[in-house]
């Protein structure tokens, strides 16, 4: 936890507290919903595990693969316009995040740590903070090698590090947002609501961070027309609290199991 963070996060409330106010999807759900405190220790204190461990994922992998890419490669990228390296990290950060989100979905063990952020039943800007720092770690990581190892500018990353965070709080946020025709090419609210749906037509589909097109490629969209889900949430027996939460995907599942998860139908 630092100022800095707390700053930030306070700023954020002021922003999305009255859009979600005026433009509720949801409009009796409270401010202080369930797991309100728990999801405000996950944007309070999370940011440092996963910040330290992004660090460490992309030094070591773009030393071990920077001879991949030749030096007048990133020459060349980096001298671009930063717009359009903008355009070409978002293309890209999002084609790693989504195999990564949907491995996370598919192989057991690491839907473990995603679960996680399934888990939530009312979702809101504040409740996408709630990632397990491995699932985040990692998605991450996959989004950013490949940007750091092609040589983009630190302006350009730094503009989509900014822009990346405030749609993911957008995605969550109990807003009505209706972008018409876009809504087949970005990610939008209803979009990542569906994702988060307790419904089984909507398991494993709309992976996308930001580019809904990458679903609509590969198969995986579930956008029926302007409906949005009951409810969210998922079967799996996650636990209420914050440090439970990180401790839940390395606990033996001998007793855990024993509870049917609907994704295992
Ligand atoms: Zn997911
Ligand atoms: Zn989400």
């Known amino acids: 936890m630092d100022i800095l963070n707390l700053k930030s996060l306070l700023i954020t409330a002021l922003i999305f507290v009255p ?61 671009q316009p930063v717009w359009l390296q903008l355009l070409e990290i978002i293309v890209i950060a999002d084609i790693g995040f989504y195999f990564t989100h949907r491995a996370f979905h598919a192989i057991p063990f690491l839907w473990n740590f995603h679960a996680v952020h399934h888990s939530i039943e009312e979702l809101d800007w504040l409740a996408g903070h709630r990632i397990h720092p491995v699932d985040q770690i990692l998605t991450k990581s996959a989004s950013f090698v490949p940007v750091y190892l ?14 990346f965070h405030a749609h993911a709080l957008l995605l969550h946020a109990n807003v009505r947002l209706n972008v018409g025709p876009l809504r087949w090419f970005i990610a939008s609210p209803q979009f990542h609501h569906w994702h ?6 909507a398991y494993d589909k ?13 198969g995986t969209m579930h956008l029926p027309g302007k409906l ?3 409810c969210y949430g998922v079967d799996d027996p996650i636990p209420s609290h914050y440090v439970e939460q990180l401790a839940y995907p390395l606990l033996p599942k001998g007793k855990i199991n024993e509870v049917p998860s609907a994704r295992d139908a």
């Open 19 to 79: 859009i979600e106010h005026f433009f509720a999807l949801r409009p009796s759900q409270r401010i202080f919903r369930k797991a309100f405190f728990n999801d405000l220790i996950y944007a309070v204190f999370n940011g440092v595990p996963i910040t330290v461990g992004l660090i460490a994922t992309v030094t070591l992998a773009t030393s071990i693969l920077g001879w991949l890419v030749p030096a007048f490669v990133g020459a060349a990228i980096s001298s």
């Open 150 to 163: 092609l040589g983009f500018s630190e302006e350009s990353i730094a503009l989509f590090v900014f822009i």
């Open 196 to 201: 988060h749906a307790r419904e089984r037509a």
């Open 206 to 218: 709309n992976f996308a961070a930001q580019l809904a097109f990458i679903d609509v490629v590969f």
């Open 228 to 230: 949005v889900p009951e």
